[in-house]
């Protein structure tokens, strides 16, 4: 067979090319440090890398959360400790002014002290981190808490009712009625202090009002209607007759959990309740009219309506009808314009969500934030409530309501006062512990999910070094092994190129 000089070059181009493409194909390898650099190198090893990197991209965000978390609940925890300091600190100042042996001058210099340490945890339970505040709920923009007035009594017949206060004092407002009666009824004469008691103005409170103008002192109560008082008598020691206090507090106004409302679209009427553990909106459609007593079918979604659950049907009593779904029960109930439902009508579930929770692992959620009403107290108002009212109960463990009165009786000398304000403080010192170790288990329970994250993090790396990267021993020997091929063919080309019949000539 004759081999043309064509046919020699294409033979040694395409050779010395496929052993170059073979070297190049190392050269890439130990640049990349890769066995696959692209696709076509390992299709099944590609979708596992892929695989992995996903996998490990997930858990660099659960990573990233769990710090944020800790930021938060690390902020928070300080926090705490710096409110049990002051509070250890009030604990002092009581125990030195509730005995005889103070007199009204080192009160009043006391209740300097107590007022500031009042307004620094007032500060302090606004605390931000990264420019959001940490105890109001969801509402992280605005402050958690905000200073107002409040009132306290030695009356018991006073501290059931309800009032309002209009204005600001920067010094406790002490009210004593001269005379017995019924607020809104009588005609009640009184008088009032704004230096602590050393001073007083009298006032009359008319017979249809139930507003006592506190000019001088720059506020304005309005008291219940028919709530009855009782005279001061100077020649009796203590605090007898109807007192009043008129001190510092803090309103909350983030939001809570503690409620499940309930918005209804439709012509019913009838009554709805909600209990359980829900998540997240949940609304409820009625499929087919019904009385409560009958077949009712209905049906619910997640999603604000875009996909729903139908098929479900339950049937009531004559006064009410349970309907199961996700998170709990929705109860509907019978009034007096009956306990019928209607085919379209919706009633959607709206749990209050005051908590924040990030995802620190696969299904795995911690909360960050503090329901700030539920740690310091002070006074709130519901959404669905017409008035504020003392958190708690105005219980003992309510900081802001314990401390607002301690300010009060030491701007007023009430030595009482003072006694009583003294025993709560330890239930407020103990409740504030509370809250700092649930906030430490939630650290600990963070850290623990860090160093899993880690483990999990290593663990996908080492799986996708085995798939991916290259051995660096096997490839040094390759790329000696395919120089040798490469310089063989080259010399090889030179050496057959060179030869012709000249040669033999």
């Known amino acids: ?42 299709p099944v090893g590609t979708a596992r890398v892929l695989g992995h990197r996903d996998a490990i991209t997930a858990l660099e965000q659960y990573k990233t959360n769990a710090d944020d978390a800790k930021g938060w609940l690390n902020i928070a925890d300080n926090t705490l400790i710096e409110v049990n300091t002051i509070l250890t600190r009030f604990r002092e100042l009581a125990e030195q002014t509730a005995t005889g042996t103070v007199g009204a001058d080192n009160r009043e210099q006391v209740s300097y002290e107590a007022r500031q340490l009042f307004d620094q945890l007032l500060n302090m339970a606004n605390t931000q981190f990264e420019g959001k505040y940490i105890f109001g709920g969801h509402k992280t923009t605005t402050q958690a808490f905000e200073k107002r007035l409040w009132m306290s009594t030695n009356d018991d017949n006073l501290a059931s009712q309800s009032f309002s206060i209009e204005g600001d004092s920067e010094k406790t407002v002490l009210v004593r009625f001269l005379a017995s009666g019924a607020v809104g009824s009588d005609q009640l004469s009184y008088e009032y202090s704004s230096d602590g008691g050393k001073t007083f103005t009298n006032a009359t409170l008319a017979s249809n009002s139930r507003v006592l103008n506190l000019t001088a002192a720059g506020v304005r109560l309005t008291l219940a209607s028919g709530a009855s008082v009782s005279a001061y008598d100077s020649n009796t020691v203590g605090a007898n007759g109807s007192w009043l206090w008129i001190r510092p507090t803090a309103q909350y106004m983030g939001d809570d959990v503690d409620n499940i409302d309930i918005t209804k679209f439709g012509n019913s009427t009838l009554g709805t309740s909600a209990s359980g553990t829900f998540s997240k909106d949940v609304t409820v459609r009625i499929d087919s009219g019904a009385a409560l007593n009958s077949n009712i079918t209905y049906s619910y979604s997640l999603d604000g309506g875009i996909s729903w659950t139908t098929g479900n049907t339950v049937t009531g009593t004559s006064s009410s009808a349970t309907l199961v779904v996700p998170g709990g029960f929705l109860t509907l109930t019978s009034n007096a314009s009956g306990n019928s439902l209607s085919a379209g009508e919706q009633f959607v579930v709206r749990p209050r969500t005051g908590k924040i929770s990030v995802e620190i692992g696969a299904g795995e959620t911690v ?3 503090n329901i700030g009403k539920d740690v310091f107290g002070g006074v709130y108002q519901d959404p669905n409530d017409t008035s504020a009212s003392a958190v708690f109960g105005g219980s003992d463990k309510n900081l802001f309501e314990t401390l607002g009165k301690l300010v009060g009786y030491l701007e007023t000398n009430t030595q009482s006062g003072c006694q009583e304000a003294l025993d709560s403080l330890n239930d407020v010192s103990k409740h504030i512990m509370n809250v700092a170790a649930q906030v430490g288990a939630r650290e600990n329970r963070i850290d623990f999910a860090q160093d ?20 660096i021993a096997e490839l040094m020997t390759d790329l000696a092994n395919q120089q040798i091929v490469y310089e063989t063919v080259l010399r090889s080309s030179s050496m057959i190129m060179r030869m012709s019949l000249a040669n033999f000539i």
Do not use: G, H
């Open 452 to 471: 899993t994250l880690d483990t999990l993090r290593l663990t996908e790396q080492d799986r996708m070094s085995a798939v991916e990267d290259i051995d």
């Open 367 to 369: 909360q960050v934030n």
């Open 1 to 42: 067979m004759r081999v043309s000089q064509r046919q020699r070059f294409t033979f040694f181009i395409d050779n010395m090319n496929d052993s170059l493409t073979d070297l190049m194909e190392l050269n890439i390898q130990a640049a990349s440090q890769k066995r696959i650099n692209r696709p076509s190198d390992d």
